[in-house]
């Protein structure tokens, strides 16, 4: 599925697809479908209908080519011999910064993770799953008896919360609304077309990052000159190893890394988080069987958990079923619909000819709803993950050295959530349209999903 070639073998063809018009190719068709209520992914649907498991298009000025093969798609993000490295669009990379995980080089990209990936231990995420559910359980006891709630909202606010108290141990109500509007103009930015002018949308994320990036630096010198408390918390740790320098090769990040990283891993872990779960009401809401066996569960469950403070990862371990329901929301909605690449070397993807400099998107969408993949792939069926003799390919938190870092992290927060709005409210989905946000990167339900709440009483 997947070789490579020194120069032009000669071999095979360049993918199908049109170039669209002279210099700006296919960029107004994709800004379009951003810009409609079927989301910047139907841009890709619709050619992959047309051309197949390997299209090629032109936007932002370079060529771009999506593949929905599962063996190629494993075999680019595995990258074993390392002719793949990330590269996200341009506005992209300047909004959560040149130093981002998310943007590095190869080699600087393989350094970052090295000095990030002990942060995302197996006790981060059980003093995690404490605060977390902690947040959960404030948030929950707020919502009014009766009334409605839209889940992406208050969502989107418990996990901003979780993430800055993870990170930097922010806690303060004004810093915490000041901080989540301003990470919320970056990421309303990052498909905008890159204009630097004042009125723009790509203009006024740039100016949301300086706030931010400005804010940290001001959180990292009160913390060093001892103003702000420290804690145990992720900046803590990449401070205190930064202060303690040594050789170059060895060297700890630098104080651009950390902020911009620590811009990277909110983005990465809310809005997704977020998005996920309330995916996950809906499809709940839609699936009346699935609903009642998850809630016999995790009943059952609170029964054994009613004396403790709060929900411990051992307790986590016990939703076998609640695990399953988040795997097949997680396969469902696709939270991230593509995994950008940029090609290092000449190679043949699915037979065709791809350039040294082409970016090849794999289109996880597609593979997670491909019917030779999943069998019935529109059903929300979390049964379907019961054969585990039978393992598909799962794509939700990508594959290989670019795999996501806080999977962990992600499903404890799902599995948390669920376990508590079950247990303590019954709900109705209130506006079941699928429509998905306009200008978001990962894939946001455009209603939030309203549910009308009634608290179970005991
Ligand atoms: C349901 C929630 C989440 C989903 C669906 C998700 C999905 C993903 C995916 C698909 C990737 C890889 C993209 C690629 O290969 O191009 C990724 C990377 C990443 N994720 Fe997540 N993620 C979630 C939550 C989180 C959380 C809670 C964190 C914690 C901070 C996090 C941190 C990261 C980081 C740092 C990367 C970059 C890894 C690298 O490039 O080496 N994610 N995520």
Same mark, same amino acid.
């Given at each position: 599925m997947l070789q490579f070639h020194d120069g032009d073998s000669g071999a095979g063809h360049i993918p199908p697809g049109s170039r669209g018009l002279p210099l700006i190719g296919e960029t107004l068709h994709f800004m379009a479908a951003i810009n409609s209520g079927k989301g910047f992914y139907d841009f890709v649907r619709i050619r992959s209908r047309r051309y197949g498991h390997c299209f090629k298009t032109n936007m932002f000025g370079e060529t771009h080519v999506f593949v929905s093969s599962t063996e190629s798609a494993k075999a680019i993000l595995n990258n074993e011999l390392g002719k793949f490295t990330k590269r996200y669009i341009m506005s992209i990379a300047r909004l959560v910064g040149d130093q981002s995980l998310l943007c590095a080089s190869y080699q600087h990209h393989k350094f970052l993770r090295s000095r990030l990936l002990h942060l995302f231990s197996a006790s981060s995420v059980a003093l995690l799953v404490k605060q977390f559910d902690n947040l959960i359980v404030n948030t929950l006891s707020g919502w009014e008896d009766g009334g409605t709630v839209v889940i992406l909202k208050e969502a989107s606010k418990v996990t901003f919360k979780a993430m800055c108290r993870m990170l930097m141990s922010l806690e303060r109500e004004t810093e915490l609304e000041m901080l989540l509007e301003d990470v919320a103009q970056v990421c309303e930015a990052m498909l905008a077309f890159p204009l630097r002018l004042p009125w723009t949308r790509f203009h006024m994320g740039l100016q949301a990052r300086k706030r931010i990036m400005s804010r940290l630096e001001k959180i990292i010198s009160e913390r060093r000159s001892g103003l702000r408390d420290s804690h145990e918390d992720f900046l803590q740790h990449l401070l205190a190893e930064h202060d303690n320098s040594g050789s170059d090769e060895n060297r700890k990040l630098t104080d651009a890394e950390i902020q911009d990283n620590i811009l990277t891993m909110i983005i990465a872990g809310q809005d997704t988080t977020a998005s996920a779960m309330t995916w996950m009401v809906k499809y709940l809401g839609e699936?009346?069987? &699935?609903?009642?066996?998850?809630?016999?569960?995790?009943?059952?469950?609170?029964?054994?958990?009613?004396?403790?403070?709060?929900?411990?990862?051992? @307790?986590?371990?016990?939703?076998?079923?609640?695990? +399953?329901? #988040?795997?097949?929301?997680?396969?469902?909605?696709?939270? #991230?619909?593509?995994?950008?690449?940029? #090609?290092?070397? @000449?190679? /043949?993807?699915?037979?065709?000819?791809?350039? +040294?400099?082409?970016? &090849?998107?794999?289109?996880?969408?597609?593979? /997670?709803? @491909?019917?030779? &993949?999943?069998? @019935?792939?529109? +059903?929300?069926?979390?049964r379907r993950f019961d054969d585990e003799s039978r393992p598909c390919i799962f794509l939700a938190f990508g594959m290989g050295g670019r795999a996501c870092l806080g999977m962990n992290m992600a499903k404890a927060m799902m599995l948390v959530f669920l376990h508590r709005l079950v247990t303590t409210y019954n709900w109705k989905v209130m506006d079941s349209d699928s429509s998905v946000e306009k200008w978001a990167l990962f894939s946001r339900l455009r209603n939030g999903c309203p549910i009308h709440v009634k608290r179970i009483t005991p």
């Open positions: 699936n009346e069987e &699935v609903f009642d066996t998850l809630k016999a569960e995790q009943i059952h469950l609170a029964k054994k958990t009613s004396k403790k403070p709060f929900l411990t990862v051992e @307790d986590l371990s016990e939703m076998d079923y609640a695990s +399953k329901v #988040v795997k097949e929301s997680l396969r469902m909605a696709s939270v #991230v619909p593509w995994f950008p690449r940029l #090609v290092l070397q @000449d190679c /043949q993807i699915e037979g065709y000819n791809i350039k +040294k400099g082409w970016n &090849v998107n794999i289109d996880a969408r597609s593979i /997670q709803l @491909d019917p030779m &993949v999943y069998n @019935d792939p529109n +059903k929300f069926n979390p």
